[in-house]
C-alpha cells in the first residue's frame, strides 16, 4: 500500500493526481502546513526536509515530485505516462519536471517562502514585488518554446501534465492571468475536466 503525504495547496497535489490517474491503491495522510504540520517530529521522521509530497512505499520514503512521478509511472508502466522505453524522449519528459521544479516552483516560492532566503522585511516584499514578473518569464518560455500540445509532450498524456497543471494552480496568487498564455491556459481548462483531478481536488477542499 502506497501512503501519499500530502498538503492542499502544494507541488503534492501532481503527485496525488498521479496516483488517481494511475488507480493504484493508496491512502492519502493530509498534513497541515499553516499549522506547521511539516516540522512535527513525527513528520520529520518520514522526511527530515519538512516538505511535501512524501510517499511511503513497502521499500522505504521517496521524496521530491519528480522522483515520486516518475516511480508511479514506472510502477504502472501499462498506463503509458512515461516513455520509459525511449531514453531521449524520457529525458526529455524529465527535463522540463526538472525546470519546473529547480526554476518555476522556485520563483513562486520568493511570494510566499521569501523567509527562506532572507529576513529582512524590506527584502522580502522586494521578493514578492519580482513574483509577478519571473513567474511571467517562465511561462512565457513554457508557452512559446517547451509545451508542444495538445499535451506537455505532444499527443500523449504524461507526468509532466499533472505536474504542470499543479504549478498553474498558483498564478492567480502570484499575481499572473493565465489567459496570458493561450495554450497553457487550454490545457488547464481541460486537465479541470479530468476525474483524476476532480478527485484529488475534492479531497483538498
Known sequence: MLTLFHAPGT????????????????????????AGGTRTPEFLAI???????ALKTERGILT??????????????????APLSDPFALGDLQ??????????????????????????ESSLEDMKRRVPGNMTECFNLIETGMFRGPWVMGDTYT??????????????????DIANFPRVHDHFKRMNER????????LTA
Open 47 to 53: 522526511n527530515p526536509k519538512g516538505r511535501v509530497p
Open 95 to 120: 527535463a522540463f519536471n526538472s525546470y519546473l521544479a529547480s526554476t518555476v516552483h522556485v520563483a513562486h516560492a520568493h511570494r510566499p517562502r521569501g523567509s527562506r532566503w532572507a529576513d529582512e
Open 159 to 176: 507526468i509532466a501534465d499533472p505536474y504542470l497543471y499543479t504549478i498553474c494552480t498558483w498564478l492567480a496568487g502570484d499575481g499572473v
Open 11 to 34: 507541488c503534492s497535489l501532481a503527485s496525488l493526481i498521479t496516483l488517481n490517474e494511475l488507480e493504484l491503491d493508496h491512502d492519502v495522510h493530509l498534513v497541515n502546513t499553516m
Open 64 to 81: 521530491e515530485t519528480v522522483a515520486i512521478l516518475l516511480y508511479l509511472a514506472q510502477i504502472a508502466p501499462q498506463a503509458g505516462l
Open 195 to 202: 476525474p483524476a483531478v476532480k478527485k484529488a481536488l475534492s
